[in-house]
Structures are given as C-alpha cells and as structure tokens.
C-alpha cells in the first residue's frame, strides 16, 4: 500500500501567518492532489501536479511536487480565517484506479 | 452545477440491519467511489466501480456491498450493521483516471 503522511497533524495560527503543510510517501506518483475539507462537507479539489518539481499557485496557495515524485508541499501566505479546514493530499493507489489519502493536516486560522 | 448526491445527511440504524446508501451524479462520469472516514484513520476505500456493472474491493470490503445498475448511481450496502460502522461515508466520482474527484457531502451513519 502506498502510504501518504501528512505533516503537521494539527496547526492553529493567526490570521495573516504563513504556514506550509507537507505530504510525502516513500513511493513514486506519477500525481498526487490536494483537497480541501470544511466540517459536515465532503472534500473539494484543489489542485493536481503531476510533473516532478512543478510549482501550481491558486491564489495565496502554492503547491509544489517533489522533484523524485514522492512528496509534495501546501503554502499558504497570509492566512485568513476561510483557509480553515482539514488540507488532504492523494495520490493514485495499487488499484491503478483509485486514491489513497493522507490523514490531513488540521489547520485552524483566527482572526 | 455539477453535482454528487447522497440521499441522507444522517442515518440512524440498529445493530443487524440492512442498510443502503444511494449516491448519484449527474456528471455522466465513469468512475464511482464509496470511502469511510474517521478521526485518526482518515479516508479509507470501500470499493468503486471503473464503469457501469463493474466494481471492485478496496482496502477495507468486508461488511460491505456495492451495486451499479447504472452509471449514475452507485449504492453502499452494509449487509448486517454492526456498531464498528459507524462513521462518515463520503461517495465521489470521477470523469477517468486523470482527474480529481467530485464528492458528495457525506452521510454520517450512526449503529446503535
């Protein structure tokens, strides 16, 4: 089983902080995603990277894959209380078909 | 709005009950996913169809059915609840094996 840990667990910080949350595996993908959860709500998808070393911004976020394809990072400048809920990265499992995920980060911004 | 649909928000079943959860999308989408989530285990994979009739096991089968009569609709059966069910179910689909996917709002079953 191709596993994805997530670093940190929980991360509470005040609004305007930067923080980046990290995703990494011991195994080769040839993409890995990052999802967005808000509580009683399913995941929603924020990016796909899919090229080693690749950099995606969305916004305040930027979203970087590993050069080897194992890992992948989350950066968020100047967080802001909207940014709150649990961040989730994913990549294609043994199945070829499906995704395993990551345990997320927590992440808890105030104003 | 593209959309997935589960039909409950939130189900309360006795233990050794017959469960059904129904999820559909209208994305005309091929691939279709049932996963449970719970605190400290994250999202863990039932099963989930590639096409229409079609499924197959995740990580975690046992207890649980499946059912795709047709390509929109993909249906979670919990053969006899046990309390060890418990726990947030979250369907998704997907257009084909590139792309993200699409959740539904999840159904939190509660087995009492």
């Known amino acids: 089983t191709q596993l994805l840990e997530q670093s940190p667990q929980f991360l509470s910080i005040q609004e305007g902080e930067n923080l980046t949350v990290y995703c990494n595996s011991s195994?080769?993908?040839?993409?890995l995603q990052w999802y967005r959860q808000e509580p009683g709500e399913g995941p929603v998808l924020l990016v796909t990277?899919?090229?080693?070393?690749e950099v995606k911004k969305l916004k305040r976020l930027t979203f970087q894959f590993g050069d080897a394809r194992k890992d992948s990072s989350l950066h968020i400048t100047a967080a802001q209380p909207g940014d709150t809920g649990l961040y989730l990265c994913?990549?294609?499992?043994?199945?070829?078909?499906?995704?395993?995920f990551g345990k997320g980060t927590s992440l808890l911004v105030t104003p | 709005d593209v959309k997935v649909t589960q039909s409950s928000r939130y189900l309360v079943k006795r233990t050794g009950e017959k469960v059904f959860l129904e999820c559909v999308q209208d994305?005309?989408?091929?691939?279709m996913f049932w996963y449970r989530q719970d605190p400290g285990l994250g999202l863990r994979l039932i099963y989930f169809?590639?096409?229409?009739?079609?499924?197959e096991k995740g990580d975690i089968p046992e207890g649980y059915s499946v059912s795709r009569e047709k390509k929109e609709r993909f249906s979670l059966i919990l053969e006899s609840a046990s309390t060890n069910q418990t726990s947030m179910y979250l369907c998704?689909?997907?257009?084909?094996?590139?792309?993200?996917?699409?959740f539904g709002s999840g159904t939190r079953l509660t087995v009492v």
């Open positions: 169809s590639y096409d229409v009739k079609m499924k």
């Open positions: 195994s080769v993908f040839s993409s």
């Open positions: 994913a990549g294609v499992g043994d199945s070829g078909y499906a995704l395993n």
């Open positions: 994305m005309d989408h091929e691939n």
């Open positions: 990277v899919v090229t080693g070393g």
């Open positions: 998704a689909s997907r257009k084909g094996r590139p792309y993200g996917y699409t």
